[in-house]
């Protein structure tokens, strides 16, 4: 009878490591910054904007009452949130010659995700392209489908030449002298 592992053991969840990552990937709670979070609830908001048609002043007082909540970049938040439903046509734009399928066949968190990688490409230049494409990839992670993470970086690293031309050939010319 030892040798038998009681029901109650057998149901638990996998131990997860102290690593900062859960057993999925990504982020625990603790370790994600300020800005992550902003992104987590504006991903949030987004879809309800996406899926049910919200106007964005209900989803924001709605998303302030939420746990958490106090621990997010409320700015980066509100610039998430207020820029990619303002500019939804706009950062379409960006994304949809990127796609290989038509964006109704997309993912709402996926659409949503994009939408938070091509704003932030675009109006948060104190935030590296780099951070931009691992902040939305650990987002798809968590919140999208199984292999929506993968998605997402491909049309992202597709879009970001386009819009951070600049700081990616620096990048690179830094990788050239890391090399030599």
Not at 39 to 61: C, K, P, W
Request: contains cysteine.
């Amino acid at each position: 009878m030892s040798d038998m592992t009681p029901p109650a053991a057998a149901k638990r969840p996998p131990r997860q490591s102290r690593t900062g990552l859960t057993s999925t990937g990504a982020r625990k709670a603790a370790s994600k910054s300020d800005r992550s979070r902003a992104r987590e609830f504006a991903l949030q908001g987004l879809y309800q904007s996406l899926v049910g048609g919200n106007a964005v002043s209900d989803i924001d007082l709605f998303t302030r009452d939420l746990a958490g909540f106090s621990k997010a970049d409320s700015v980066h938040f509100d610039a998430l949130l207020q820029g990619c439903v303002m500019e939804s046509i706009q950062l379409d734009a960006l994304i949809v010659p990127l796609l290989d399928r038509p964006m109704s066949e997309i993912s709402p968190i996926e659409h949503a995700i994009m939408w938070i990688g091509a704003y932030e490409f675009s109006h948060c230049p104190d935030v590296p392209w780099r951070v931009v494409l691992n902040e939305c990839i650990e987002l798809a992670k968590e919140f999208g489908g199984t292999d929506g993470h993968k998605y997402v970086n491909a049309v992202l690293n597709g879009m970001a030449p386009l819009l951070r031309a600049v700081e990616i050939e620096a990048d690179r010319g830094q990788n050239k002298k890391a090399r030599a």
